[in-house]
């Protein structure tokens, strides 16, 4: 049995891993090109200051508020009301911008307290899976759509595949309590867990928004720097199998592509994408990720 402490600060280095340092100065580059990407989005829908919504945007290390503000009015959306008043006041954005949150999905304190006891005490599979299934049907009956705001365009990048991903790094730093069928089961009751707050998450996205949704998702993973995953988009742009083969979307982003391509052409087109380099660790240099930035206006 791992003890209380230890148990503590295995949860406690995850919470605080998921704060990185010098986010704002490291990703200058990437902050610059997805600003640039939702400004000319912003210039083609062609309509004077609109509604822009940023969900998750924390502490807005990886946009450029200040810069974004003067094409539109904000919505800042995030779960760490603290996180959004730092970065309100660090981008010294006016009054005019809504800081809010939806709790469309949520998991509490004690709920991850349980499930990581379960997991450090090597309970047995079922046990973990209830306990995940409980924190699935409670968001089922707590679902909380958003009324009174249409945004004109909103903005999710980097955020689906981080709804559950404190479960899945759990499940990793105990996975030697289990074996590997079992894991193999508690994997795949994440994953349920990640198609069902996916699918929540993007009809509260279609809802809410008037116009025009950029989805961002991590396409690849490169353990390299920016260099590497510009060849990897060079590839990726060629169809290069040899590139292609290695696209093993991860937990959030493989259900987000997935729901994407089930309203293409349905209820929503596709009206443009970038591909870049998102050095996320920066400071050992080791993991870049190519993300995809999509457009999908809805249909009307």
């Not at 004690?110 to 047995?124: F, V």
């Not at 025009?212 to 060629?238: H, W």
């Not at 987000?256 to 050095?279: F, G, R, T």
Request: hydrophobic share 40%; charged share 30%.
């Amino acid at each position: 049995m791992v003890d209380d402490q230890m148990k503590d600060s295995i949860l406690k280095k995850l919470t605080e891993s998921e704060t990185i340092p010098g986010a704002y100065e490291g990703w200058e580059r990437y902050r610059k090109q997805v600003t640039d990407y939702i400004i000319n989005t912003i210039e083609k829908l062609g309509k004077p200051k609109p509604v822009v919504c940023i969900w998750g945007a924390g502490k807005a290390n990886d946009i450029d508020l200040a810069r974004l503000e003067k094409y539109g009015k904000l919505i800042l959306i995030d779960r760490d009301i603290a996180s959004l008043k730092k970065a309100k006041a660090k981008y010294a954005l006016d009054d005019n911008t809504v800081l809010t949150d939806i709790p469309f999905w949520h998991i509490s304190e004690e709920d991850y307290k349980m499930y990581e006891a379960l997991l450090a005490d090597g309970a047995d599979a079922e046990l973990v899976i209830s306990q995940l299934t409980k924190i699935g049907e409670h968001n089922r009956s707590k679902m909380n759509m958003a009324d009174g705001f249409i945004a004109d365009i909103s903005v999710a990048a980097g955020i689906h595949s981080q709804l559950n991903s404190r479960l899945a790094a759990l499940l990793y730093a105990y996975r030697n309590h289990y074996e590997e069928q079992e894991l193999l089961h508690i994997e795949n009751s994440i994953a349920g867990l990640n198609d069902v707050a996916i699918e929540r998450m993007n009809d509260l996205l279609y809802q809410v928004t008037a116009e025009i949704i950029i989805y961002g998702y991590e396409l690849l993973a490169v353990y390299g720097d920016e260099a590497e995953a510009l060849k990897a988009i060079e590839g990726i742009k060629k169809k290069d199998d040899t590139v292609i083969k290695n696209i093993h979307l991860i937990e959030g982003a493989k259900q987000l592509a997935k729901d994407i391509s089930v309203h293409k052409d349905c209820d929503m087109e596709i009206v443009d994408n970038l591909y870049l380099p998102w050095n996320f660790s920066f400071a050992e240099n080791k993991k870049t990720y190519v993300m995809e930035l999509l457009s999908c206006r809805k249909k009307k």
